[in-house]
């Protein structure tokens, strides 16, 4: 059992990059990724800890693409954390979520429920702070019960608290992964909210642009769902992976080593990865002005 697809504290996660390690160790897995959202923070830590679990690391990230009408994520696998492209990308992406934070918070504020960067970064106890985060604090201000209720009233896409978040331009997230010795892979195709007939046609264009694979099986999909992207997949010449998008107890339906339809993750999703990164598999042009 492997997983393709996991965050850490050093992003949303609940668990630190060495206590992922430890649950993915008492599970049984074989083989990890560590995918934490638009930070490289944690990749150190979860690699000493793999070492000294005797499991197979493979350093990622996954990246926020500005899409319409539904959420693109980019996963990078294969990365050197250490990448002076990939780090100044992933600083400039940290600026810009401080600034959009303190524009929510300034929002929080105006409703009369005054909440502070300092309070969130006690909660979270990371330095990457989200809209999870800025969610939990709503929970604890009993403003919601949960999570998802503070971003179906409050934080969600064309909410009053919501604010549109800087994203990488595509061209620039492949750019970078690729400069950093990683491939990209479209994450959970499904989230995109588009038509099969539209998908099939994206895909193709972005395979051309340098994405070599698509997360085909994930806990959100059903199985027959994720067998036709799968399928789509190979008519592009793009190979699959499937990951639990594992974050922690808040979404109990991702557990590590599980994908779609609660199913333990295959190693054939590994030995894919691992494939095209023996290969090179990465085809991107140079990063945009």
Excluded at 112 to 122: F, M, N, T, W
């Amino acid at each position: 059992m492997v997983d393709l697809h996991t965050h850490s504290s050093a992003s949303d996660g609940e668990l630190s990059p060495s206590a992922l390690i430890a649950e993915a160790r008492r599970l049984g897995l074989a083989s990890i990724a560590l995918t934490d959202h638009d930070t490289v923070a944690g990749i150190a830590e979860a690699r000493r800890a793999a070492s000294g679990a005797g499991i197979e690391f493979i350093p990622g990230i996954e990246i926020e693409i500005d899409f319409e009408p539904g959420e693109f994520h980019l996963l990078g696998y294969g990365i050197d954390e250490t990448s002076p492209p990939l780090l100044e990308a992933v600083s400039k992406l940290a600026r810009a979520r401080h600034e959009r934070n303190q524009a929510i918070l300034e929002r929080i504020a105006k409703a009369g429920l005054p909440l502070d960067i300092p309070a969130v970064e006690a909660i979270s106890r990371v330095s990457y702070i989200g809209r999870p985060h800025l969610a939990d604090l709503l929970v604890k201000a009993r403003c919601v019960h949960t999570r998802q209720e503070a971003f179906d009233r409050w934080l969600g896409k064309g909410k009053p608290f919501y604010i549109r978040k800087s994203c990488l331009p595509l061209e620039d997230a492949i750019a970078v992964i690729c400069s950093a010795g990683g491939i990209p892979v479209l994450a959970h195709p499904y989230s995109l909210f588009v038509s099969k007939p539209m998908l099939g046609r994206l895909l193709s264009q972005w395979k051309d642009m340098g994405i070599a694979g698509l997360e085909a099986y994930h806990p959100t999909a059903k199985y027959g769902q994720c067998a036709i992207l799968e399928r789509m997949a190979g008519e592009r010449g793009m190979f699959v992976t499937a990951g639990s998008d594992f974050h922690g107890r808040k979404r109990p339906e991702c557990g590590l080593g599980r994908t779609a339809g609660g199913t333990a993750i295959d190693s054939r999703f590994r030995d894919n990865v691992i494939s095209a990164l023996q290969r090179g598999s990465c085809s991107c042009s140079s990063l945009s002005d």
